[in-house]
């Protein structure tokens, strides 16, 4: 049986805090060629989540700790869905190729992720061009527009 205590995830927010990215994470299954990829990601305030979209799986997302906003973008990157997912929202099912950001709201927070596997990593045309990659410049001004961003906006440099 395999099981994430409360425990495991302090030891996992204590753990995002220390590194760079700011995340850390914990694996259910046993490997990247699972049919099924199911994972704790524990995510810092502050940490950076790329636009993205996976065309070949539909995504689910169920907070464990914390409150989290999840973006939803049409093709041109306009705001289409916004959710605050750890209050009212509980489970948030994304189909296929829905392009998506997520920002961590309260330190501490651990989110669970299930997808179809095998895992697969993200192309660039799998990512939202007018976004800067992790490390890029320009990430910071990014984050503060997702904290804000409503239905209908899209991100301008200002």
Do not use: N
Request: aromatic share 6%.
């Amino acid at each position: 049986m395999k099981q994430i205590t409360a425990h495991d995830l302090t030891s996992m927010s204590e753990q995002a805090a220390t590194v760079p990215r700011l995340r850390s994470h914990r694996t259910l299954h046993e490997e990247l060629s699972d049919p099924v990829q199911r994972l704790a990601i524990a995510m810092e305030p502050g940490t950076y989540i790329r636009p993205h979209r996976h065309p070949q799986t539909w995504e689910l997302l169920t907070p464990l700790r914390g409150r989290f906003v999840v973006l939803q973008f049409d093709d041109q990157g306009v705001v289409i869905q916004r959710t605050l997912l750890g209050e009212e929202t509980k489970v948030l099912e994304m189909p296929a190729s829905t392009w998506h950001a997520v920002l961590s709201v309260d330190p501490g927070g651990v989110v669970f992720e299930v997808k179809q596997g095998p895992y697969q990593a993200l192309a660039e045309e799998d990512c939202m061009p007018w976004a800067p990659p992790e490390g890029g410049q320009g990430i910071e001004a990014v984050m503060r527009w997702y904290a804000t961003a409503k239905v209908g906006d899209r991100f301008s440099v200002k």
